[in-house]
């Protein structure tokens, strides 16, 4: 499978009607799933080196409209994950003392330790996105955001942290389904807003604010705008994605100081 | 399953010696796991009911000898929820900055919110069993600490919380061949600190503190002691009392204020 494809290169400009939101990589459900299946077990070897080094770090940005499927990717993708080495992060409407510092304050605390695999259910890139939607910045605040946040990856970079955006990417038909489901579905009920509708009418200028986030996308801190149509794809190619950055970080259990064979273990 | 009989009752006085290690609730590996995952479904319908209803939270506490099996539990228990919905914390060794404030500061801060199942991968009782042992601290402030405890599980307990412990009950031949496995597999090496036969050699030392500890049990805050030489038992009597707390929490799909069936999704 090739996932470059889905990256979004240093410098380019995202118009992302280009980006196919139904893609589905040439698979059924079926061979997807199985395909996923047989992913699991070297995930999880790989993260169990990432936990036993304890040297790097991965943090995973999720982005998406509403009923983009965070969630669910949160549940399908992390969920296959040792719960020991994930640490999920929810960002939900600021609270008042986070609104009281700089917007990066809150995101900084929850940036995983060493060995850690962070997942942002939401993040830093609200700040430039559901702002920018209802105007509550500006122009020249959203650019130097941007900046600010290109800023604050590196330095995470250069701690050890290593970092992957995904943007869940959507069309405006499947937000409806997936909306009506909630309606019709009395155990979901509690998941609609009616406030969704209203963010659902900005459809253009969500766009307009995500194209301008992804194109920040760099060689080090990309984003990936990820075909989210059907979830089954969308399982798969985060999984490939994750497990292809997994290999390449290459953690290796760590060196032991002492001879295992000398250690006697004495009966009690 | 009758799981009561692995519950330590308000006043019961603990001695360990009475408690199997290797009791299978009258089931082989093989029955075991196919009960447990006839459980998944019913735990994931209930996990999420707590979560959307958000009125309650269910803290865990997870206790035991090294290789007593916490880390497995974690993993097989816990990581079959959903991830959304379920806050791990590890407490190791206190950082300076933990050691400057009260025992409990650092573990309140991680107390779930509600609508969340925490997790604690060991927990505020190392500060009367670790301690102890080392007689880092006296039988008086012991004595202290175990009131103290039982007046924040109270406090959290009003809040909303409901607590589970878990001491997951191993025998010393069980440590003793969880220990040989990761002298014997390199891929394990890390996982095994020669720190690790100093605390063996404490056993007795520990299980007089256990014991304290678990006699402390009360109806709203109570032990379980799981036999926890078989992995699959305890895993399978772990789920089983979780599920028949989340039924008894019994949370429910919260009411809207709209009416779902006058909501008209626009077309975009």
């Given at each position: 499978m090739n996932t470059d494809q889905y990256r979004v290169k240093s410098g380019q400009k995202v118009s992302l009607k280009d980006w196919a939101t139904d893609d589905d990589g040439g698979y059924d459900k079926e061979e997807s799933k199985i395909l996923l299946d047989s992913l699991e077990a070297e995930l999880a070897e790989w993260q169990e080196r990432l936990y036993a080094e304890g040297k790097q770090a991965l943090l995973i940005v999720l982005q998406a409209r509403d009923a983009g499927g965070k969630d669910g990717t949160v549940k399908h993708v992390f969920g296959a994950f040792n719960p020991n080495g994930v640490q999920i992060s929810n960002f939900k409407v600021p609270s008042e003392e986070e609104l009281a510092h700089d917007f990066l304050w809150r995101i900084h605390a929850k940036a995983p330790r060493r060995g850690v695999i962070g997942v942002f259910n939401r993040s830093h890139y609200e700040d430039v996105l559901v702002t920018r939607v209802h105007s509550l910045i500006?122009?020249?605040?959203?650019?130097?955001?941007?900046?600010?946040?290109?800023?604050?990856?590196?330095?995470?970079?250069?701690?050890?942290?290593?970092?992957?955006?995904?943007?869940?990417?959507?069309?405006?038909?499947?937000?409806?389904?997936?909306?009506?489901?909630?309606?019709?579905?009395?155990?979901?009920?509690?998941?609609?807003?009616?406030?969704?509708?209203?963010?659902?009418?900005?459809?253009?200028?969500?766009?307009?604010?995500?194209?301008?986030?992804?194109?920040?996308?760099?060689?080090?801190?990309?984003?990936?705008?990820?075909?989210?149509?059907?979830?089954?794809?969308?399982d798969l190619l985060i999984s490939r994605i994750l497990l292809d950055r997994l290999k390449a970080m290459d953690s290796q259990y760590p060196a032991v100081e002492f001879d295992p064979k000398k250690i006697k273990i004495p009966k009690i």
């Amino acid at each position: 499978m090739n996932t470059d494809q889905y990256r979004v290169k240093s410098g380019q400009k995202v118009s992302l009607k280009d980006w196919a939101t139904d893609d589905d990589g040439g698979y059924d459900k079926e061979e997807s799933k199985i395909l996923l299946d047989s992913l699991e077990a070297e995930l999880a070897e790989w993260q169990e080196r990432l936990y036993a080094e304890g040297k790097q770090a991965l943090l995973i940005v999720l982005q998406a409209r509403d009923a983009g499927g965070k969630d669910g990717t949160v549940k399908h993708v992390f969920g296959a994950f040792n719960p020991n080495g994930v640490q999920i992060s929810n960002f939900k409407v600021p609270s008042e003392e986070e609104l009281a510092h700089d917007f990066l304050w809150r995101i900084h605390a929850k940036a995983p330790r060493r060995g850690v695999i962070g997942v942002f259910n939401r993040s830093h890139y609200e700040d430039v996105l559901v702002t920018r939607v209802h105007s509550l910045i500006d122009d020249r605040t959203a650019k130097h955001r941007l900046e600010h946040i290109q800023n604050f990856e590196a330095m995470l970079i250069d701690g050890g942290t290593q970092i992957i955006k995904f943007y869940l990417h959507i069309s405006p038909d499947e937000q409806k389904d997936r909306l009506q489901e909630r309606l019709d579905d009395p155990n979901k009920h509690w998941k609609f807003s009616e406030n969704d509708l209203a963010e659902r009418a900005k459809w253009p200028q969500y766009t307009a604010a995500y194209e301008e986030a992804l194109s920040t996308s760099t060689k080090d801190s990309p984003w990936y705008v990820i075909p989210a149509d059907h979830k089954w794809f969308r399982d798969l190619l985060i999984s490939r994605i994750l497990l292809d950055r997994l290999k390449a970080m290459d953690s290796q259990y760590p060196a032991v100081e002492f001879d295992p064979k000398k250690i006697k273990i004495p009966k009690i």
